[in-house]
């Protein structure tokens, strides 16, 4: 089945406490970005990606950052993260830019940080 | 600034009563756009979307939208709601000179649908 798969699901974390989001599809798709998505907001980009070891900021990459060393993973950090990054976190994938195809997302992460 | 604006945050219909939720854009080249909606605790799934041709797109689960160009507008329609279209719907556009297709989405709309 395809399908992109986040973990955690959930998370409470203390500030300044480093934490990764695991990313994975099982589509052999070339673009995968992250975005969170905020009440009244709709959903920001954070990064993308549009192949492996090549990745660029979106509109709020400040406090983020990615890597991209394999096809499938796509881990999101939060090398010390604040209250202000509590939300709920989608990553997407794509077989192409997602303004040209259908893109594909995970099932998110509701992140809480105290 | 490009921005996506949807009309409406909240909507609260009952089963069997019309919807439309408006979408407008301020990009100033060609685009394409895109509804994409979310039932409650799941993931983004794609209803349909516009890159050219007939304006009047068909989606899934008996949605439609019609893009009119000179407004700059995308609205979604379904003539006769159910319970389980009760769900949050993004509207998204992408300028077509972006070669990465960059999506901008719009802040959402709310809807629940009352049995």
């Known amino acids: 089945e395809a399908q992109v798969t986040q973990n955690p699901r959930y998370l409470i974390t203390v500030t300044g406490k480093k934490l990764t989001v695991t990313c994975s599809q099982n589509?052999?798709?070339?673009?995968m970005s992250w975005y969170r998505q905020d009440p009244g907001l709709g959903l920001r980009q954070i990064y993308y990606?549009?192949?492996?070891?090549?990745?660029d900021k979106g509109d709020v990459p400040e406090g983020y950052k990615v890597s991209r060393k394999e096809k499938r993973n796509f881990p999101l950090i939060l090398e010390s993260p604040s209250p202000n990054q509590t939300s709920l976190y989608f990553c997407?994938?794509?077989?192409?830019?997602?303004?040209?195809?259908?893109?594909?997302f995970g099932q998110g992460t509701r992140l809480t940080v105290v | 600034a490009q921005s996506v604006s949807q009309h409406n945050h909240h909507v609260i219909l009952s089963e069997a009563a019309s919807l439309e939720l408006g979408c407008n854009y301020s990009?100033?080249?060609?685009?394409?756009l895109f509804w994409y909606v979310q039932y409650p605790g799941q993931h983004l799934q794609l209803l349909l979307k516009?890159?050219?041709?007939?304006?009047l797109v068909k989606g899934i689960k008996g949605f439609e939208a019609e893009f009119i160009k000179s407004k700059f507008s995308f609205n979604l329609r379904k003539p006769s709601v159910q319970w389980s279209d009760t769900a949050e719907y993004f509207c998204a556009v992408s300028l077509t000179t972006d070669s990465w297709g960059k999506l901008q989405f719009g802040a959402g709309t709310q809807v629940v649908v009352t049995p």
């Open positions: 997407a994938s794509s077989l192409k830019g997602q303004g040209y195809t259908e893109a594909f």
């Open positions: 516009y890159f050219s041709g007939d304006p």
């Open positions: 589509m052999n798709h070339e673009y």
């Open positions: 990009y100033g080249g060609t685009v394409n």
């Open positions: 990606s549009m192949n492996v070891e090549v990745t």
